[in-house]
């Protein structure tokens, strides 16, 4: 959890807050291992970016002004990361002096789809702060050794990252990221119980599912759920309590017909 100080005047719903969640993670590192291991944690950003629909843009940011350590032990780090990324044929550009003032990072700037960028994930390597608190592991020739930190956020922050992800999508997410995957909505009290197992056996297969039985009309009970772009919409009435089914309607297909619980289950799993 970090927080900041911001003005008031640049506060900005989830995008710049007071208080935010980074996660950071930090990976202890022989020297040998820098290369194997910064190109582990590229594959994860890269999986994770790409399970959202984002593509991006990378930035190897170099040494600033006010640096900490020796400019050898920085040329070591710069190279170490460049290497990294020429191996995977990777697209970046060099953000002279942009660097934290213990290493060199990698820098993710991710693209949503109105075209707009956005810095995200990071990749650090960090050959100071081991001396400075004094970690040491003993490595083969049983002699003491300061390790190195690689430093990795993917999100960078959990809450923009959240904002990013509303503004992408326009609130329209995907089936598997919808906060409410299926709304089922009775036609009247008398069908309220039948919605209650409908939710219950969707619930038990994992689905995030709310039932509207609230008193008021259909029509506008659909044009809610439409309004809050709840991917699945699943009436139920007379016929449906009858032949055990369900009829499903889909954002922005419309009606899909009457599907047995068996059948809607299948069809949510495969999308």
């Known amino acids: 959890m970090v927080h900041r100080h911001e003005l008031s005047g640049s506060l900005n719903g989830l995008l710049r807050v007071r208080a935010f969640t980074q996660d ?16 582990h944690v590229l594959n994860l950003i890269d999986d994770i970016y790409s399970k959202f629909g984002f593509s991006y843009e990378v930035e190897l940011s170099t040494r600033p002004e006010n640096y900490m350590g020796s400019i050898d032990l920085w040329d070591k780090a710069e190279q170490s990361l460049e290497e990294v990324l020429k191996q995977r044929g990777m697209a970046y550009r060099i ?8 290493g060199p990072k990698i820098d993710f700037h991710i693209l949503d789809s ?21 970690c040491r592991y ?58 209650e197992e409908v939710k219950k056996a969707l619930a038990a297969n994992g689905y995030r599912v709310k039932v ?52 809607v289950l299948n069809l949510l799993k495969v999308e």
């Open 212 to 263: 509207d039985d609230r008193a008021e009309k259909m029509g506008l009970k659909i044009r809610e759920s439409e309004k809050q772009k709840v991917p699945y919409m699943m009436i139920v009435g007379d016929q449906e309590v009858e032949k055990q089914m369900v009829s499903v309607r889909k954002r922005k297909e419309g009606d899909l017909g009457q599907l047995l619980i068996d059948e």
């Open 138 to 195: 003993i490595n083969e020739q049983n002699e003491l050794e300061f390790p190195i930190i690689i430093h990795r956020a993917i999100f960078g922050s959990v809450e923009r990252f959240l904002a990013i992800l509303v503004e992408h999508y326009a609130g329209e997410f995907p089936l598997w990221l919808a906060p409410e995957q299926v709304r089922i909505i009775p036609i009247a009290d008398k069908h309220v119980a039948y919605a």
């Open 114 to 134: 109105l075209g707009r960028s956005w810095q995200c994930g990071t990749v650090q390597l960090d050959f100071q702060m081991p001396e400075k608190f004094n």
């Open 95 to 102: 953000n002279e002096g942009d660097g934290a003032f213990y």
């Open 24 to 39: 950071d993670a930090h990976l202890f590192v022989r020297k040998d291992q820098i290369q194997r291991e910064v190109d």
